[in-house]
């Protein structure tokens, strides 16, 4: 898939403004065909040069840059080419999707497998043990803890499980 393809889907272009954040922003939008200077893209960008090199940094440690190093004879200085690499953005996209599918589930589990007290004042949220230490009075306030209704909670983490995983295509045991 082309870049300017790729840069056209918004998930995309929201998972690279997560990877690298406003600044770095405007080099993961403007990949160039080819071997690139970090000082290039910083004068072509009107950008600072910390800046660039924070971004590029952060597409290197996700794979989706690559660079090679040149050693200048005369003065030893090192020139580092950059390179996008951008064909593993949806492998990477799925990956994260695959960590948020395990997460959500984790935490409905959790969520289930636990009785909450709510404190209507704070908005502070305790499990059992913890309300039962504080005498079902909240630590902060003072006011009665009340026995805190989560399925609204349980079904919605259910909703988007089942959204991933039909992204994904996961296979589900019994179904």
Not at 152 to 174: A, K, P, T, Y
Request: aromatic share 10%; with cysteine.
């Amino acid at each position: 898939m082309a870049f300017e393809d790729l840069l056209s889907d918004p998930v995309i272009q929201k998972y690279l403004h997560e990877l690298v954040g406003p600044k770095g922003m405007p080099v993961a939008a403007a990949p160039p065909d080819g071997e690139v200077t970090d000082e290039e893209l910083a004068e072509e960008l009107d950008l600072e040069l910390n800046d660039v090199r924070r971004a590029l940094f952060i597409l290197y440690e996700n794979d989706l840059a690559t660079y090679r190093r040149l050693r200048d004879e005369d003065s030893g200085w090192l020139t580092y080419l950059w390179t996008f690499e951008y064909d593993k953005i949806p492998e990477n996209l799925e990956e994260e999707m695959y960590r948020l599918l395990d997460a959500l589930e984790q935490r409905q589990e959790y969520e289930r497998n636990h009785e909450f007290y709510l404190c209507e004042i704070c908005s502070l949220r305790f499990e059992f043990g913890e309300a039962m230490d504080f005498g079902f009075e909240c630590p902060e306030c003072g006011s009665p803890l009340e026995s805190m209704e989560n399925s609204m909670l349980v079904e919605s983490m259910e909703e988007r499980i089942e959204e991933l995983e039909q992204e994904l295509n996961v296979e589900v045991l019994g179904a």
